[in-house]
């Protein structure tokens, strides 16, 4: 009775240390797009949250449990993320019980293991149903190793668990088809293991009866997932997975062969060990190995999809505690054997510190900063600009933090017929003199780069950045109107390229305007090489206050793609930000080589250091 004491109190602090881990900076940084997307389905009525979840590509149950979360902790991002928390230190004190099946140390260490891992950790802190997923894989398999012969409350706790992981997310087949083959490797002899396969499938169409309802809609959804797959060799893709299970994605892959080493030989040993208690030791192998393997072999794996295996982190640490254990055991002395169950559990909780001290501080693993990046463009916009989402699930995450949906415009994901699209881009840009456009996932949403080449190649743009994986370039509307510039004569850059034909803004100009360009180059002979086009805004023989380079159209037309006499007509604008009302200032002009630096040298015209002063402005007061 006083071990048991004992154990009790151990598991209390380790439960409070993952609260702890899974709480400290949980509202740091911002939601990113997909927790954006969780925050405003919550928002919704339950009809709409199943009409959504419909349209979607994830079950509605994760949706629903944040609604009830919500209305008693609120909106906030702490309140959003903690539910995934809370789930996730459920999932340690699952971990602690099934462990304690085999010994108390084993369950103490795993729970340990589990609570201090970065992996857990990482989407304990984010507003998605990962961490859900995860609780109701340990929880069912937990489960199943406690149902016996006569029905009792651990068949109906694994019923409702395995339903409950359908209705979370659709990679929940891949945790039942672990513990079916768990399942029979955990059998003492193949007729006991088809029986005991038997009862599996038997409550698994219990679930199944409990999913029906959501079956058509999973069909339907998972029928027309089109997947974009990467082109990794499975070996690779193996170790990517393997590493992120240890170390999560917080930590270079240098920097992992360590506790990479530790945890999967720790596991090695549990594996290989005559451990039987509690199905732990094949229960644990399978689904360790299982949904990578199945991620793999049906060539779905993507780097975006390493979360699924998010399952297969509790089944480690068992293993791994588990060989902790083993080792220790051999030793003679009670004591003997504690001390090194304590120091095997400590070396594998210190080797992952690192992950988990970049997951809190390391802004180069921080998640996408939608927060800053919407206070960035708030500080700057006007009343009349608009702001463009080239991607799904920006507009939702971007509306949390503006408050409303004011001159946003989410753009058709993937569009069928570019003539319709062309026309929501005219009317948006004749509404609005300037534009922020957010680009992310390119490659999916807009494979063809039709949008960014639209707008590259009628609009004005003036100004790129990233935050983070997110691209926001700056454009002035497409309708600025514009007046010619006399040039003369040509004036040519270099030996090969020649500006023909220039044309500006008409004034009035005030700060922050986009100062619109259109500039018709000539190729004379071909061109090598790719030239970046520079226009700089300021006093001569000064640092530019404003300034914009890109190539020619926007990398769309490079320089060493120009042929001879074709003319290449490249919009750009310059950001009038760093000015001053009322001042006058000069805009100047020229090229350099991309890769060198190298400016062209301007033979046909007065300039200055390869800059050709092109006209002077007045920035209205």
Known sequence: MRARGWALWIALLIVLLAFALRLHKLDAQSLWYDEGNSARIAERSVQLILEGAAGDIHPPLYYLLLKVWRLGAGGSEMALRSLSAFASVLTVAVIFAWGSKARQHVGAAAALLLAASPFSVYYAQEARMYALLALWAALSTWAWANVRQRMGGFDALFVLSTAAGLYTHYAYPFVIAAQALGTLLGARCARAGLARLARFGLLGVGALVLFAPWLPVALRQLGGWDVARERVGAFDAL????????????????????????????????????????GMRAQGVALLFVPAALLVGLGAYREAYLKFVLVSVAPLCLLSALGASNVAVRLAHPWAQRGAMLLGTAALVVSVLPALRNLYDDPTYARDDYRGLQRWIAARARPDDAVLFLAPNQWEVYTYYQGNDRNLYPLRYRPERYDQVAQQLEAITAAHPRLFVIYYGEREADPEGWYEQWLNANAFKAHEHWVGNVRVAVYGSSQLALQTLDLKTPIRFGEAIALVGAHVGRPPWRAGDVLPLELHWQALTPIPRRYKVFVHVGEPNAPPKAQFDSEPRHGNVPTSAWQPDAVVVDRRGVWLEGVSPGETIAVFLGLYDADTGVRLPIASAPAEEGRLPLFTIRVAP
Request: aromatic share 2%; no cysteine.
């Open 239 to 278: 170790l990517t997975l393997a590493r992120t299970l240890v170390v999560g994605r917080t930590l270079p892959a240098a920097q992992s062969a360590v506790p990479l080493v530790l945890w999967l030989g720790a596991a090695a040993l549990g594996a290989l060990s005559a451990e039987r208690k509690g």
